[in-house]
């Protein structure tokens, strides 16, 4: 029993021991962007690698903590001071080339002091990597650091060794002159000592410049010679800065009253066919043009303008005159995105508010000398507050969007004045389903079918919805005005 307690000790004790020498591997690991990676694609597998053993500082923080010290270049020596105040302890900094008809991605893991401490070398058919090769290349790239946290720590635990040494030689017995001996000799070794340590950075300086001077005429093609830049981060489909969407649309519109059964004088609305029409949208979100994945890269601006063209309204007693037509949206507003997660194709949502105009308004003027037109104009201004559920499906690629927005009705133009129908409790909600597909991580091909109805509650206040007959009874009681619209846009993204 003695000895089964014993052996439990001792396993227990050594368990202990190996899990504390594996929590010792991890680190803070600032990930640069990917030098020749457009698409960002390696960098989020390096964060990936990264941020499932080490604490992640992304390119991102990078970017921000060089700006604010005023370190424009990537040269070791900049490295090195952007590292110490990230208080990162490895840099991973990598470049992808072509070479003899592949690609080469070049890993280099940079010390704190900005040297490179160990080179993983990855030879690639193509730019990009399929999951198998991502999951290869993490595999290395979390070896290899590990490997340079553990020489960073031997290295550090024969320093702490050497200066134990030296205090005990230094609180050692014997007489004075003895002792004034000894601290000349350790003074002479210390100073050998920084001599040799000096020597072996300016090696090592020289070692990494030569490095990076390499790296420089590998970037020469994308980028020119001369003092190297390094591009902006791989940006997220999900994540962009800035978004113009331009295109084709058509829309129709549709207008229907409720009135008592057999009531020969009913309004009979308006049916339309679709027409064609354009849209035009902005996006903009100012901070995530320098800082996609901050909070403050999720605020932002949007604008949306459709037209109907060619549209024309013809009335029942005179179908020979075409009447020009205005059927318009103008929608401006805020909002705030937040993307879930770190990886690309995890779902987002955007929750906003809006100031909208929709309007359907018909050019009367050929009408003065004939029957007018029953059709009564609306005009709704409205407030919108709205949310957005952007749904990648399987890859960032290609993403499903659902929006629903509430309105709350300003006016509604004159559909409710006292000629036409009069007051009303007046409800309305829209809605859209939009398809995002990446042509390239810049262009999308953007489809969208949205939906917006206001329904009306009449008074019994308008001459219209009550003296249709010539009999003061209420005769019309309500509406309802249903937009329909589909689009197929090209959208361009920064």
């Given at each position: 029993m003695v000895w089964s307690m014993r052996r439990l000790t001792m396993l227990a004790t050594l368990g202990l021991l190996a899990a504390g020498a594996g929590a010792a591997q991890a680190g803070v690991v600032v990930v640069m962007s990917v030098g020749g990676d457009d698409s960002g694609e390696l960098e989020r597998m390096l964060d990936d690698?990264?941020?499932?053993?080490?604490?992640?500082?992304?390119?991102?923080?990078?970017?921000?903590?060089?700006?604010?010290?005023?370190?424009?270049?990537?040269?070791?020596?900049?490295?090195?001071?952007?590292?110490?105040?990230?208080?990162?302890?490895?840099?991973?900094?990598?470049?992808?080339?072509?070479?003899?008809?592949?690609?080469?991605?070049?890993?280099?893991?940079?010390?704190?002091?900005?040297?490179?401490?160990?080179?993983v070398l990855v030879r690639m058919k193509a730019r990009k990597l399929g999951p198998a090769g991502k999951r290869e290349v993490a595999r290395e790239v979390q070896d290899a650091i590990e490997r340079v946290l553990r020489d960073r720590r031997d290295r550090d635990d024969d320093r702490d060794d050497r200066d134990r040494d030296r205090s005990d030689d230094r609180g050692g017995g014997g007489d004075r002159d003895d002792r004034d001996d000894r601290g000349d000799r350790d003074r002479d070794d210390d100073d050998d000592d920084d001599d040799d340590r000096v020597a072996r950075r300016d090696d090592?300086?020289?070692?990494?410049?030569?490095?990076?001077?390499?790296?420089?005429?590998?970037?020469?093609?994308?980028?020119?010679?001369?003092?190297?830049?390094?591009?902006?981060?791989?940006?997220?489909i999900r994540r962009p800065g800035l978004v113009v969407e331009t295109g084709a649309m058509a829309l129709s519109r549709t207008l229907s009253f409720?009135?008592?059964?057999?009531?020969?004088?009913?309004?009979?609305?308006?049916?339309?066919?679709?027409?064609?029409?354009?849209?035009?949208?902005?996006?903009?979100?100012?901070?995530?043009?320098?800082?996609?994945r901050s909070v403050a890269g999720g605020l932002g601006v949007y604008a949306v303008y459709e037209r109907a063209f060619l549209l024309t309204t013809r009335s029942d007693q005179t179908p020979d005159v075409k009447l020009t037509t205005e059927q318009s949206h103008l929608e401006v507003g805020a909002r705030f995105r937040y993307a879930f997660g770190a990886r690309p194709n995890l779902p987002s949502i955007i929750v906003g508010v809006g100031y909208s105009?929709?309007?359907?308004?018909?050019?009367?003027?050929?009408?003065?000398?004939?029957?007018?037109?029953?059709?009564p104009d609306v005009d709704y201004r409205t407030i919108e507050p709205g949310l957005t559920l952007r749904i990648p499906l399987g890859t960032d690629r290609l993403a499903l969007a659902l929006s629903g927005q509430g309105m709350l009705v300003q006016s509604t133009g004159a559909i409710q004045t006292v000629a036409e129908?009069?007051?009303?409790?007046?409800?309305?909600?829209?809605?859209?389903?939009?398809?995002?597909?990446?042509?390239?991580?810049?262009?999308?091909?953007?489809?969208?079918?949205?939906?917006?109805?206001?329904?009306?509650?009449?008074?019994?206040?308008?001459?219209?919805?009550?003296?249709?007959?010539?009999?003061?009874?209420?005769?019309?009681?309500?509406?309802?005005?249903?937009?329909?619209?589909a689009a197929a846009n090209l959208a361009v993204s920064y």
């Open positions: 690698a990264v941020g499932d053993r080490h604490e992640l500082r992304t390119s991102d923080d990078y970017t921000r903590e060089a700006k604010k010290r005023g370190l424009g270049s990537s040269d070791p020596r900049d490295i090195a001071d952007v590292a110490r105040s990230l208080d990162a302890d490895v840099v991973v900094d990598a470049v992808i080339r072509r070479d003899d008809g592949e690609y080469l991605l070049k890993i280099k893991l940079r010390a704190r002091d900005g040297r490179v401490a160990k080179t090592d300086r020289d070692d990494a410049d030569r490095d990076d001077r390499d790296d420089d005429d590998d970037r020469d093609d994308d980028r020119g010679r001369g003092r190297r830049r390094r591009p902006a981060p791989g940006r997220e409720s009135s008592q059964a057999g009531f020969e004088q009913a309004p009979k609305g308006y049916k339309g066919a679709f027409v064609p029409a354009g849209r035009v949208g902005v996006e903009l979100y100012p901070f995530a043009i320098g800082s996609p105009r929709r309007a359907f308004m018909v050019d009367r003027t050929p009408l003065v000398d004939r029957p007018p037109l029953d059709l129908y009069g007051a009303a409790k007046v409800t309305g909600v829209a809605g859209n389903v939009t398809i995002d597909a990446a042509i390239t991580p810049r262009v999308l091909l953007r489809l969208r079918a949205e939906v917006t109805q206001m329904g009306f509650d009449f008074l019994g206040k308008g001459e219209m919805s009550n003296n249709r007959d010539n009999d003061p009874d209420q005769d019309v009681g309500g509406a309802l005005d249903r937009w329909l619209g």
